[in-house]
């Protein structure tokens, strides 16, 4: 099988399995954690340093609100049985600057809980895995893309960088923002990175012992989840009515 092929075919693996293959980082990361603060006492420079991660983590999901909640039906999805779609080509908002802008979001959501382990290591590593990971994704998708759309997508392609965003090249969005779309599709991930956080918190601090909680991880744990519990139960009962755009 030619390079390329190989290439295609291990990103369009990886993307089926996107969201369960770095669940093992997330391990890993744990382990480091404890063992970074085995036997530590707990500061008040510790606490913000904390504070800081969980802020990097949201700042990488503001980047995925933002581009979800501007983007068509049946485009920037999630995981399909049937692989990847496109229904159409975004190519406006925060498209015109990042061909990825999800992953770029995603790359900060993981690097806050890599930041949190302060293992050197651990961090180089995580960001190589992630380049490594991600650029047979995005090699699979630009190929069915490139296949689909043809030469429209080149030419995007040849003057919007695929990771780090050109802002001079910004053109307003083409739709209105959805506020539906958006709570749907990234509750998931808000409630994910309050109960992750509070896990490694509340694990440092029991096998050391402590009972030095951090506050402001468990109450944004209680918080998303009972939010991710209520728009479970209004979109199983079909009851969800906040769409801004069509």
């Known amino acids: 099988m030619a390079l390329r092929q190989e290439l295609e075919t291990q990103g369009s693996w990886l993307f089926r399995y996107r969201s369960f293959l770095p669940l093992i980082i997330l391990f890993i990361g744990l382990a480091v954690f404890i063992e970074t603060n085995w ?3 707990i500061s008040e420079c510790n606490v913000y340093y904390e504070l800081f991660c969980l802020l990097i983590s949201i700042f990488g999901l503001s980047i995925r609100i933002y581009t979800v909640g501007f ?29 990825n802008p999800l992953y770029l979001g995603n790359f900060f959501m993981w690097l806050g809980l890599a930041l949190l382990t302060e293992s ?25 893309l ?13 003057r919007v960088p695929p990771f780090i965003p050109n802002f001079s090249l910004f053109k307003s969005n083409q739709l209105r923002f959805s506020i539906r ?15 992750i956080f509070t896990v490694f918190d509340i694990s440092a ?24 519990v209520v728009l479970k139960i209004i979109k199983r009962n079909k009851g969800f009515s906040l769409e801004i755009n069509k």
């Open 39 to 41: 036997n530590r006492s």
């Open 120 to 144: 050197i290591w651990f961090i180089v590593s995580f960001v190589l895995f992630y380049w490594i990971y991600y650029e047979r994704i995005i090699f699979a998708e630009e190929q069915f």
């Open 146 to 158: 490139e296949r689909k759309f043809g030469d429209y997508y080149i030419r995007w392609t040849e």
């Open 71 to 99: 983007t068509p039906k049946n485009t920037s999805g999630r995981n399909t049985k049937a692989g990847q779609v496109a229904d159409e080509l975004n190519t406006t908002g925060i498209y015109s600057i990042v061909r």
């Open 205 to 228: 601090e029991v096998m050391n012992n402590h009972l030095h909680f951090n506050n402001v991880f468990i109450i944004g744990c209680i918080v998303t989840m009972l939010l991710y």
């Open 181 to 195: 779309k958006v709570l749907l599709k990234e509750k998931n991930g808000l409630f994910a990175i309050f109960l």
